[in-house]
């Protein structure tokens, strides 16, 4: 595999050597605060390949185009993203072939207003997604399916956790806002909230797992726990 070591070596998955395909181990923890504004990884593609967190930490993950002003809607000013996405997260799209696995994510804050799918691991997930941990995040957007780890599930999720703040206008979910695939042995705090409410989401949301329009959308999930 390639070992991953520093942010610049996240910054190269998906260029040159460091093809989409390919397979990735981190070897420390690493601190993704010299991005502030992150560009997902696989953005207007996907990721096929493997990613093994090693139990590691990636601390500080930035995808920013606006703040919240003193009454909660965005404040007007703040510079727009010099880049495109549809997927907002760590990665954009995990592909059918990938495997994304031990990795731990704290302290990341996701808030972009012309997003349709976020999540802080990915926007979407095809493939499998094991032992993957969010901690102290808030993620957010009036518009967007918006979930703690990612915003639409079609594969396999089991062992995640998420603990943090969700701002949301439309539909959300602590591990995903909608699940088509399996989502098990997983962990989501009430803790987290949603500031913009509705009355069905304001509630809804803190159960933990996709919510849309008031009522579950699940194909398959078990073993969800909350605390």
Request: with cysteine.
């Amino acid at each position: 595999p390639y070992y991953i070591t520093s942010g610049e070596d996240m910054d190269k998955i998906g260029t040159g050597d460091y093809t989409l395909d390919a397979n990735y181990k981190m070897v420390n923890d690493i601190d993704l605060g010299m991005y502030k504004r992150w560009e997902p990884i696989a953005n207007g593609s996907r990721f096929e390949g493997t990613f093994d967190g090693a139990g590691y930490t990636i601390y500080n993950l930035t995808i920013k185009d606006y703040e919240l002003d003193e009454y909660g809607r965005p404040a007007k000013g703040f510079p727009e993203l010099n880049f495109d996405m549809t997927y907002a997260g760590l990665f954009a799209e995990l592909g059918i072939s990938s495997v994304v696995k031990n990795v731990n994510l704290s302290q990341a804050s996701v808030m972009t207003k012309d997003v349709k799918y976020m999540g802080v691991l990915a926007g979407v997930n095809k493939g499998t997604v094991e032992m993957v941990n969010v901690t102290e995040s808030v993620i957010g957007n009036e518009n967007a399916e918006i979930g703690g780890i990612v915003s639409c599930n079609l594969r396999r999720m089991s062992r995640v956790s998420f603990d943090g703040t969700i701002n949301a206008g439309k539909y959300a979910g602590g591990i995903a806002a909608m699940n088509l695939g399996t989502v098990a042995k997983c962990y989501v705090s009430r803790k987290y909230c949603t500031k913009i409410e509705l009355n069905f989401l304001y509630e809804k949301v803190q159960i933990g797992i996709d919510f849309r329009n008031g009522k579950g959308y699940n194909n398959s999930y078990r073993s969800i726990f909350y605390k």
